[in-house]
């Protein structure tokens, strides 16, 4: 039964206690954690050692091809088609800054947020967690801290009992 | 605007309460009747849009008053005032994200939501004056059978780039901001109608933390390049004119004093929005007066940056001492055209004085009168930009008049309706208040409160 299930929920009335609860069970040796809130909460990436993202990479790199882009484009354009307006030059970099800035920002950005959107696995119909009963808070006004059930310290009643003890108003097992 | 102000919701209410609250304006519509008048006066100006473009579409741009030399009038003016208004959804959603200035919380959804109607309407705009609209791919760089390219050294090529990115980002930028609140809509929803429009929305957002994590980063980074590229949209729409030998408009100060101007007359439009808002869905508890003072204040700082522009445009007049632009400076203070000169004077600057005192900022209805002559100010400086420019110019040969006919009227105000109804439906179908940002804000206040 136990390896069925995705993992144990528990619910917290704010997020001090479930900054509280997530550090105790870092020390009580879970490694596979997740907690599901309404807002951004200061602090728990760090106390789930969380990864820092990269988007931030995939947004350099983004804006680096729309630059490129832009500039070759614009060479090649005036390559193919050179139009002389009164001797300018034909590869005038100053007037090619405007689409070059435009598209940098424009592949940079669409480049982040597909990342996001990439790694968090969305869009995504349905997950175990929604099966919960009480998870339709954690999008209100509740804190919740879930115990994956394929972490090597996870035992439904065990893991229950630590819940209980960690202050949750609430535990529950969620099918996977 | 980067120290945050103490307090500025209520600190006695309840996140749930305010999430309800939020999420209930789409799901449980309170104000159906206003809410459907609105509409209908609405529908009935976007009605005269498409009157208006079929019109134009059948009988050519020669309908509206323009015709050699002023042959940019109301488009061109139009389109750059709904532009400058869709740019303070940005700067105060993306600018205040950066700096930390939370009370933009309560505004910034609708303010982003402002600029992507806004920045449709002012697109709309260019299209229409094209004269043959069907040859509008012509601008693209495809490989032509004719061989011939967009020509990428104009500002009129530019423009068609600087636009479409604008209001690509900007739209990316709204709807990731909304995810986390079409999610919340979502677990609140009980009708089967709307948990399939938020489900699906919401793109199966569950708050997860590794989630959040990712999420801000590119919510901010992405906030980060939105501030640059508003000022350079702004800066290339004033190219438009400054790259131009035309006296009046061949000057550096233009992209600055574009870009303060647009902050100016959006923010005023932010204003008038945010003050409907609150009266129309008894959102005193989420806007309150000390958000109408903060926006008070940044109200009158763009504004006197603004008269700041105004003051060296006659400086650089003067300064140059060229024959034209001080005919063009002549004609702006004296000619046919002074009222537009006059009249942007007074609407943008003599009520705006009132927001010197706390007492008119923090009352609602003044500060949306004052906010409605901002917006009537800015619309007439551009007109005096582009006429007082255009119907006098070097040769006395080429000096002309101009005079906005039925079209032109009908036109500008079928926009207003492309802006309304879509706001509208925003307005109805989406939280328009950042609901988890308030949320956030409202726990770091009650935490602060219990030290």
Known sequence: ????????????????ALLAAARKAREAGYRKLDAFTPFPIEGLAKILRLPTPRISVVGLVGGLTGAALALLMQFYVNYDYPLDVGGRPLYALSAFAVVVFELTILVSALAMIMAMLWQNGLPRLNHPVFGARHIERASKDRFFLCVLADDAAFDADRTAVFLQDAGALSIELVPS | MTDRIADILPPDQSLGRVSDQLTGIPLHFPARRRWWIAMIVASGLLLLLVISTTALFTRGVGIWGINIPVNWAFAIHNYVWWLGIGHAGTLISALLLLTGSEWRNSLNR???????????CAGIYPVLHLGRPWYLYWMFPYPATMGVWPQFRSPLEWDIWAVLTYLTVSL??????????????????????????????????????????????????????????VVSVHSEVSLLFAAGQIPGWHSTIFPPYFVLGAAFSGFAMVAIIAIALR????????????????????????????????????????????????????????????????????????????????????????????????????????????????????????????????????????????????????????????????????????????G
């Open chain 1, 1 to 16: 039964m136990a390896k069925r299930s995705f993992g144990l929920l528990g619910e917290f009335e704010n997020p001090e």
């Open chain 2, 110 to 120: 609708f303010a982003e939501t402002m600029t992507l109607f806004a920045v449709i």
């Open chain 2, 172 to 229: 990316a930028f709204w709807y990731t901001g909304l995810i986390p609140d079409l999610a919340a809509a979502r677990d609140r929803a009980k009708r089967r109608g709307w948990q399939i429009f938020f489900g699906i929305t919401a793109l199966g957002w569950r708050g997860s933390a590794p989630h959040w994590q990712r999420w801000s980063q590119a919510y901010r980074l992405t906030a980060g390049l939105a501030v640059p590229l």
């Open chain 2, 279 to 450: 009266s129309l869905f008894g959102l005193g508890n989420l806007v309150t007066d000390d958000h109408l003072d903060v926006l008070g204040k940044v109200l009158l700082a763009c504004g006197l940056m603004t008269g700041y522009g105004y003051l060296f445009e006659v400086f650089d007049a003067l300064y140059s001492g060229g024959a034209h632009e001080m005919q063009t400076l002549s004609d702006r203070l004296i000619g046919a055209y002074a009222w537009t000169y006059w009249g942007a004077i007074v609407f943008n600057f003599v009520p705006l004085q009132g927001l010197w005192w706390r007492t008119i900022r923090r009352s609602g209805w003044m500060l949306l009168l004052i906010s409605i002559s901002v917006v009537i100010g800015m619309w007439l400086e551009r007109y005096m930009i582009l006429v007082t420019s255009l119907y006098r110019d070097f040769v006395v040969s080429s000096w002309g008049a101009f005079t906005p006919t039925f079209w032109d009227w009908s036109t500008y105000l079928g926009t207003i309706g492309l802006f309304l109804v879509p706001f509208l439906l925003a307005i109805r179908f989406i939280p328009m208040i950042s609901i988890f940002e308030s949320e956030e804000l409202l726990h770091e206040e009650q935490e602060a409160r219990r």
